[in-house]
């Protein structure tokens, strides 16, 4: 099932991934990029694997450590 975006920016651990993803890329750009941006990125480059990662780890039956 695909999800759209909205749907994968209520989730507060996709929130997280992308407020880590802006301050990683805030750092090595030397200014603040925006969460407009960080978002927009993300969800391009990492949302894919990141579903598919927690898909399987879910799937696995173990729990979160974070």
Known sequence: ???????????????????RYKWI???MAGYDIGMERASRDWMERH??????AHRNFRMSGLKQAW
Do not use: Y
């Open 47 to 52: 949302a894919a694997a990141w579903l598919k």
């Open 25 to 27: 890329e805030s750092e």
């Open 1 to 19: 099932m695909k999800r759209t975006k909205a749907e994968m920016l209520r989730n507060p651990a996709v929130r997280k991934e992308i407020q």
